[in-house]
């Protein structure tokens, strides 16, 4: 084992592509578990960013009070504002755990891009909508959209909200 990488080479190990770039998995090599045995190198993706953030659901509604929906309409896109007010109208709190956790996944996506609150990122432009089975998923609009469809990158999200706190956490990733 003094060189690894060159015996994983010979063996057709991990850092050799499929034959086929279009592929989309063909080729790969199965282990006796059927697990793959190697990734084919369509299907590489490196991480570009990783952000994190956590926000006091209590400071959002202290905020939600004082400057009433227009905050909501400064930190949720279009589709997000529609979910938002229907929620809030069955239940204030629902309303309230909803805006937080946005704001927070916004946060994170804004730290794993590595620009910050600085353009082209924007709040409404960043938003965070679920798919028919639940799961977070990221939807950008504007410059946003464009500089991250510039740079090849693809976003997973997860959010999480407890009593006081809503916790969320972005991965980006570049093709490799």
């Known amino acids: ?27 790969l090599r199965r282990d006796r578990r059927g697990l793959p045995a190697r990734h084919c190198g369509c299907l590489r993706a490196v991480i570009y960013g990783i952000g994190t953030d956590i926000c006091d659901i209590r400071r959002i509604e202290a905020t939600l009070a004082r400057r009433g929906e227009r905050f909501a309409e400064k930190v949720l896109g279009p589709d997000e504002l529609q979910v938002f007010r229907a929620r809030r109208l069955r239940s204030e709190t629902r309303g309230v755990r909803y805006l937080a956790t946005r704001f927070s996944a916004k946060e994170a996506f804004s730290k794993a891009i590595g620009l910050g609150l600085h353009l082209p990122m924007r709040l409404p432009d960043c938003q965070i909508l679920n798919q028919a089975s639940g799961q977070p998923m990221l939807k950008l609009s504007g410059a946003l959209a464009g500089w991250f469809a510039e740079r090849g990158l693809r976003g997973q999200v997860t959010l999480s909200d407890e009593s006081d706190y809503a916790v969320s956490f972005v991965v980006v990733e570049k093709a490799a």
């Open 1 to 27: 084992q003094r060189f690894p990488a060159r015996r994983a080479r010979r063996a057709g190990g991990v850092d050799r592509p499929c034959a086929d770039r279009g592929c989309a998995g063909a080729g």
